[in-house]
């Protein structure tokens, strides 16, 4: 991490050191709700989007420049780790994301190769186009997708209302569902790795799906992983985020696994959470997305509600309980971050 970054707000509360105000980004905030966004998206595949370094750097500034946020996070997927390691990955429009070879048996898993981590070097050269454009004004937030969020894409073949065939080889095929998430864990710490390396100033580990599992199916086939990728990383002064739908419930177990800052859902009461954590775990939350489709009023009472509420507590930065939806009016999500950087008081 550049020096510059380790006086800026995001940093210091990522750290729990007091800052004057929270920090504010939200997550998916390059993406589909941005006009500007569809300007690229128009012209290119969205996997092209990700593998061309120009491109998803300027994607990644999009919200730099049109929103003001106290952080950037890198334009990409968590489904990359899987397609370089073997993954046959398309993205339709309307569909999502699609694997045409998914990961079912014995065979399938042999298959998927681990030495893969240079066949991302399109991601280290994005961060570091990102880096100079930013010049250090803010910092920039790395990521990756945790096993059990990967495998569910990799077994299932894509999305997944209910995560049927995963959690059946997790209950069914214990073994062979332990050999899935030990070969996508060592990828993603070498690919971690290599963000820290190209220079990103934090990085955030999203097990999206974490919240299809019983405690004790997260424990051993999630938790276990993630503390293995965080314990591997070369994180110097990197502080790590993790995040979970779930982690309402999972942070006890998720604080373990010894992460900076714990991302919470919108289920919790935020400062109840961040009570029940060890001292010097920040958390980063958590408003209800859909708080940003509700009228001007309605969102800048929540946010002031959601402040004061935190306030006084060092280690808090303001984020929703999960992404930003692609129809969010724009002018919402401005108004939002507008209210968080200048009319708290
Ligand atoms: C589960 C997951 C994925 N990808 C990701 C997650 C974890 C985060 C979460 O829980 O929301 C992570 C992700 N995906 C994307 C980012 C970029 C950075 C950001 O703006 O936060 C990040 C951090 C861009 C994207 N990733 C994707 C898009 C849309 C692609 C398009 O333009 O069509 C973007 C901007 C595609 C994607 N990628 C994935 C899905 C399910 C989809 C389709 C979603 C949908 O159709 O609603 C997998």
């Given at each position: 991490?550049?020096?510059?970054?380790?006086?800026?707000?995001?940093?210091k509360?990522?750290?729990?050191?007091?800052?004057?105000r929270?920090?504010?980004?939200?997550?998916?905030?390059?993406?589909?709700?941005m006009?500007?966004?569809?300007?690229?998206?128009?012209?290119?595949?969205?996997?092209?989007?990700?593998?061309?370094?120009?491109?998803?750097?300027?994607?990644?500034?999009?919200?730099?420049?049109?929103?003001?946020?106290?952080?950037?996070?890198?334009?990409?997927?968590i489904?990359?780790?899987?397609?370089?390691?073997?993954?046959?990955?398309?993205?339709?429009?309307?569909?999502?994301?699609?694997?045409?070879?998914?990961v079912?048996?014995?065979?399938?898993?042999d298959?998927?190769?681990?030495?893969?981590?240079?066949?991302?070097?399109?991601?280290?050269?994005a961060i570091?186009?990102?880096?100079?454009?930013?010049?250090?004004?803010?910092?920039?937030?790395?990521?990756?997708?945790?096993?059990?969020?990967?495998?569910?894409?990799?077994?299932?073949?894509?999305?997944?209302?209910?995560?049927?065939?995963?959690?059946?080889?997790?209950?069914?095929?214990?073994?062979?569902?332990?050999?899935l998430?030990?070969?996508?864990?060592?990828?993603?710490?070498?690919?971690?790795?290599?963000?820290?390396?190209a220079?990103?100033?934090?990085?955030?580990?999203?097990?999206?799906?974490?919240?299809?599992l019983?405690?004790?199916?997260?424990?051993?086939?999630?938790?276990?992983?993630?503390?293995?990728?965080?314990?591997?990383?070369?994180r110097?002064?990197?502080?790590?985020?993790?995040?979970?739908?779930?982690?309402?419930?999972?942070?006890?177990?998720?604080?373990?696994?010894k992460?900076?800052?714990?991302?919470?859902?919108?289920?919790?009461?935020?400062?109840?959470?961040?009570k029940?954590?060890?001292?010097?775990?920040?958390?980063?939350?958590n408003?209800?997305?859909?708080?940003?489709?509700?009228?001007?009023?309605?969102?800048?009472?929540?946010?002031?509600?959601?402040?004061?509420?935190?306030?006084?507590?060092?280690?808090?930065?303001?984020?929703?309980g999960?992404?930003?939806?692609?129809?969010?009016?724009?002018?919402?999500?401005?108004?939002?971050?507008?209210?968080?950087?200048?009319?708290l008081?």
């Amino acid at each position: 991490m550049s020096t510059k970054q380790q006086d800026s707000l995001f940093i210091k509360a990522a750290f729990s050191q007091p800052t004057e105000r929270p920090p504010v980004w939200m997550m998916r905030q390059a993406g589909r709700f941005m006009k500007e966004y569809w300007d690229i998206k128009n012209r290119y595949s969205f996997l092209e989007m990700c593998k061309t370094p120009e491109i998803a750097a300027d994607v990644t500034m999009l919200p730099v420049d049109l929103l003001g946020i106290d952080a950037a996070i890198l334009f990409s997927d968590i489904l990359v780790t899987a397609e370089a390691m073997g993954g046959d990955l398309s993205f339709t429009q309307g569909v999502g994301p699609r694997f045409s070879n998914p990961v079912r048996t014995s065979d399938d898993v042999d298959r998927l190769e681990t030495g893969v981590v240079r066949k991302l070097q399109y991601v280290a050269d994005a961060i570091k186009i990102v880096q100079q454009r930013l010049d250090g004004k803010i910092p920039l937030i790395g990521f990756a997708g945790s096993p059990f969020t990967v495998m569910s894409y990799l077994v299932e073949g894509g999305s997944s209302k209910d995560f049927k065939l995963t959690k059946l080889m997790l209950h069914n095929e214990p073994e062979l569902a332990h050999r899935l998430l030990a070969k996508i864990a060592e990828v993603t710490t070498g690919y971690l790795n290599l963000q820290i390396e190209a220079g990103v100033d934090a990085l955030q580990i999203f097990d999206s799906w974490a919240s299809a599992l019983a405690w004790d199916d997260y424990k051993e086939f999630s938790h276990t992983y993630i503390s293995k990728i965080i314990a591997g990383l070369n994180r110097q002064d990197i502080p790590i985020i993790s995040f979970c739908k779930g982690s309402s419930v999972f942070a006890p177990l998720m604080a373990e696994a010894k992460p900076d800052v714990i991302s919470v859902d919108w289920n919790a009461d935020l400062l109840n959470v961040k009570k029940s954590l060890p001292a010097g775990i920040a958390v980063q939350g958590n408003l209800d997305p859909h708080i940003l489709y509700a009228d001007k009023k309605v969102i800048k009472d929540r946010i002031v509600k959601l402040h004061e509420r935190m306030k006084g507590e060092n280690g808090f930065i303001f984020n929703l309980g999960h992404g930003i939806m692609p129809d969010l009016p724009f002018d919402n999500v401005k108004y939002a971050i507008d209210v968080i950087k200048n009319e708290l008081t």
